[in-house]
């Protein structure tokens, strides 16, 4: 079992900055990697960033340059910095841990998922 619980969300405006939060705890140690996703009223889910065990990170194109994930093995926590956010950032974000392969560049989503955390940024 794996819980995942995140924070920091709220209100922000344009050109603002946010971060955010997710401490994770239980069966950690099957999976090598922590995403955090974003869904937006009536969009799929959408994976923003993902960092590996060993620090390394990827973003989609939607985010690179303004937002950075990073993580603290010790706390068992992942942050997502979210900078220079734009009205079109606003979304529910969720953290997850899961696997990525770096051969084929493609993160598998686990089940475990957390509450949430809405972020809104205003024009």
């Known amino acids: 079992q794996v819980q995942l619980v995140e924070s920091g969300g709220g209100l922000v405006q344009a050109g603002g900055s946010l971060r955010l939060v997710c401490a994770a705890s239980?069966?950690?140690?099957?999976?090598?990697?922590m995403g955090w996703f974003r869904q937006a009223p009536g969009k799929q889910r959408e994976l923003v960033a993902v960092?590996?065990?060993?620090?390394?990170?990827n973003y989609s194109d939607s985010v690179k340059g303004r937002f950075i994930i990073s993580r603290n093995n010790a706390k068992s926590t992942v942050y997502l910095q979210m900078n220079s956010l734009k009205p079109e950032d606003t979304a529910v974000y969720y953290c997850?841990?899961?696997?990525?392969?770096?051969?084929?560049?493609?993160?598998?989503?686990?089940?475990?998922w957390g509450q949430g955390t809405q972020v809104t940024v205003s024009s």
């Open positions: 997850n841990t899961g696997t990525y392969s770096s051969a084929d560049r493609y993160y598998t989503a686990s089940d475990y």
């Open positions: 960092i590996l065990d060993g620090g390394s990170a």
């Open positions: 239980g069966s950690l140690f099957r999976f090598n990697a």
